[in-house]
């Protein structure tokens, strides 16, 4: 499987959107003490997540493929 993506914008304020050559995968987030604050199974190639919620800082997004093939990009939020 295919696992790069992108997303934009990065740096974001809160939403942002995420596209995937990928049909179906599992996206979630972390923070940078490693603590999951986001998952969810996506079944669309693209997908907006916000963040809006959560305090600024950098997170990781990681996207696995039902293969269990993974990629990671780091978000920044301001």
Known sequence: ANTSF???PNPTSGAFVL?????QFQIQIYNVMGEKVF???QQHTTSTIDLSS???GIYFLKITAKDGSAAVKKIIKE
Request: charge should be positive; avoid cysteine; hydrophobic fraction near 35%.
């Open 6 to 8: 992108s997303v934009f």
């Open 19 to 23: 596209v995937s050559e990928l049909k």
């Open 39 to 41: 998952s969810k199974i």
């Open 54 to 56: 959560y305090p600024s």
